[in-house]
């Protein structure tokens, strides 16, 4: 498979009066063509501040881009000019956001909303669309997230629907424009369990239909291990470790992933661990080496001083962790 | 378990007028809470979970119904009870960011529920709340000074838990205490609660929408579904065997993180449809729209409560129906 998004080493700060928050610290990600990435972390430590950056909305100021580089289709998105930018957002990003209250506007009608992203992700392809076309694509888009009744939706406003309809609403956007790289953040947090299950199988279908890359970001360990293939988790502005799914859920390697694991409450019922202590730095100052290392119970000597380095531990997973350095 | 139970809430009803028609928020339902045990009262949103809380702390009067605490009847507003029931029954809320006063101190957050029940000469409250901090596993040298703002989330719930022990609370309602906070968290707060529990002898109703949190916390769990009740069970019951096909639907939703949890799944039944909206309930069982095992009285009858057993009471017309209903034990 062909690697469609690489970030590298990207760092993004804020600078505000306080002084300089140092959020992101060395992002790393890879998505492959046609594949299912998951970015889990808690609250705070970067997930959609990675994502923003893909897309480049990120508000300057306060958020400044201050190392990296993101590389779309072999391209570096963050050199790319506004025009380069606007065409890439039309024809080959999308994205999800976690409130669909904010993301879609309270005073126009779902269709306008969505007859004006058609018409936009039109703009520089060779199919004119005409308005027939547009209403179709539409009702299409809304129909494929099984919403009843599409005509009708198409004249309410987002006040008028429950919460359920309007993610479906904000999927239907995302997906009408055949784009390559869909960016869901936190697409069901807000929701009911058995509506996220729909959702969320919803998702799966039409992502599987139209063989876009996905990139999800979320808190929720169940909904990564539905959803992905590889999943990223990233405390503090980085990501700590990487693998397939299944397997680093199974046997996850890194102090930060154990304690996650351990604390997300199971249906075994074996009971739920302590968590983990302390909480997640302050990025104004932010500690030198692993941002992990005051909370960890195997600090050594060095992850006071220089963050680690990825290594490998088979199975296609890595851990950027010094307990799981080779001897050399 | 004790013979008379510490909260009994029978044929609870609680409507409210609007222009739109009257909202069933909670529409007859009937349960009772034991001395020391953990009631998990678990449903989506919208499905009358924090009315029944509310009704039950007095927030609320009940349009019909009876809530006896202790044995003795409770079903009046806030303001009418007399304080030594509100020094019993406590409440803490979801979102500690907005349930703390942002412009007091914790000192000043902690001494209102104790100027208020007459506890202790002003001396005496500072060791007073020391001591609740401490309770909480914050440090009260640290934390007594700082304003809400300057602390963690966690933090923050921990010290609406110490607001809510100050005045020795025999029952104390929990609405959804954790959900605003991150898993990481959520372990230390849970199991915080849960030592608290045994050491102060607390009986919890515990309100959340996270039924995998409720296998490890709950002793007893109740599922809501607009406004009614569809299965009472204790744990352990209710988790090998659910009946109602609205808990099996709840269950099999859930995402879950390893093999081992994925054979404990009731096979999978595709959730269909959302809640309907509490104005305009469905004739008949108000699940019947969504139901998977829909039987034509469904839509005509409303189903009883009906006990089948060690304290597993189910509403749903698969069971226990006198007519030519299955029997329980040969369900699938």
Request: one cysteine or more; hydrophobic letters at 35%; glycine letters at 8%.
């Amino acid at each position: 498979m062909d690697r469609l998004l690489a970030i590298k080493d990207l760092h993004v700060g804020f600078r505000i009066f306080e002084g300089h928050l140092r959020v992101l610290n060395g992002v790393h990600l890879d998505v492959k063509e046609g594949e299912r990435v998951g970015l889990v972390g808690e609250t705070g430590c970067g997930k959609t501040t990675t994502v923003k950056s893909v897309l480049r909305v990120l508000p300057m100021p306060p958020s400044e881009i201050t190392g990296g580089e993101i590389i779309y289709k072999g391209k570096d998105i963050l050199t790319m000019t506004r025009r380069q930018m606007a065409m890439l957002r039309r024809h080959e990003l999308t994205a999800i956001f976690q409130d669909p209250l904010q993301s879609l506007n309270p005073v126009f009608t779902v269709g306008t909303q969505l007859r004006d992203i058609v018409k936009d992700s039109a703009i520089g392809r060779k199919h004119r669309l005409t308005r027939r076309d547009v209403e179709a694509r539409c009702l299409q888009a809304l129909r494929e997230t099984g919403m009843p009744d599409p005509e009708r939706i198409m004249t309410n406003y987002p006040a008028q629907l429950s919460g359920g309809m309007r993610q479906r609403i904000c999927i239907a956007e995302a997906l009408s424009t055949n784009a390559n790289l869909l960016l869901a953040d936190e697409p069901t947090t807000n929701l009911d369990v058995t509506i996220q299950d729909q959702i969320l199988r919803k998702l799966d279908e039409l992502v599987e239909e139209k063989g876009a890359s996905v990139v999800v970001i979320t808190h929720s360990m169940g909904v990564v291990r539905d959803l992905t293939q590889r999943v990223n988790i990233m405390y503090a502005g980085a990501i700590v470790e990487t693998g397939d799914t299944r397997t680093l859920l199974e046997t996850p390697k890194h102090p930060y992933t154990r304690g996650l694991m351990a604390s997300v409450p199971k249906l075994t019922g074996e009971g739920i661990s302590e968590g983990i202590p302390g909480r997640i730095p302050n990025y104004l100052d932010p500690p030198a080496g692993c941002r992990f290392h005051p909370r960890c119970e195997h600090c050594m000597e060095i992850c006071t001083s220089t963050s680690p380095p990825f290594y490998e531990t088979g199975d296609e997973q890595s851990v950027a962790c010094y307990l799981y350095r080779r001897e050399s | 378990m004790s013979e008379v139970p510490i909260l009994g809430v029978d044929r609870l009803v609680k409507h409210f007028p609007t222009k739109a028609g009257v909202v069933r928020a909670v529409d007859d339902i009937t349960f009772d809470v034991s001395m020391g045990d953990t009631l998990g009262l678990v449903g989506e949103s919208g499905s009358g979970k924090t009315t029944t809380a509310q009704c039950v702390l007095g927030i609320y009067p009940p349009t019909s119904g009876r809530i006896a605490f202790e044995g003795a009847p409770i079903g009046v507003m806030f303001n009418r009870r007399n304080r030594e029931l509100k020094r019993k029954i406590r409440i803490v809320f979801q979102d500690p960011g907005s349930s703390l006063n942002p412009k007091r101190t914790i000192k000043q957050i902690l001494s209102v529920p104790l100027k208020v029940h007459g506890m202790g000469t002003p001396r005496e409250r500072l060791s007073m709340m020391s001591r609740l901090l401490e309770m909480v596993e914050l440090p009260p040298a640290e934390y007594l000074y700082k304003h809400p703002q300057a602390i963690g989330g966690g933090e923050k719930q921990m010290v609406a838990i110490a607001r809510a022990l100050a005045t020795n609370p025999r029952f104390i309602v929990l609405d959804e205490p954790t959900s605003a906070l991150d898993v990481s968290v959520q372990g230390k707060i849970i199991n915080l609660l849960m030592r608290l529990a045994e050491e102060l002898d607390l009986t919890y109703l515990f309100i959340t929408h996270d039924l995998s949190l409720m296998r490890n916390v709950a002793t007893r769990v109740a599922i809501m579904y607009l406004g009614k009740l569809c299965e009472i069970a204790r744990t352990e019951e209710f988790f090998r065997s659910p009946l109602h096909p609205y808990t099996k639907m709840l269950l099999s939703s859930i995402p879950v993180v390893s093999a081992e949890e994925e054979e404990l799944k009731p096979s999978k039944i595709v959730s269909q449809g959302e809640i309907p909206s509490p104005v305009d309930v469905p004739p008949g069982c108000s699940f019947h729209l969504r139901c998977p095992e829909k039987m034509p009285v469904c839509s005509q009858r409303d189903p009883e409560m009906r006990p089948l057993g060690d304290g597993h009471v189910v509403r749903c017309h698969l069971f226990g129906e006198p007519s030519g209903g299955s029997a329980p034990g040969d369900l699938e």
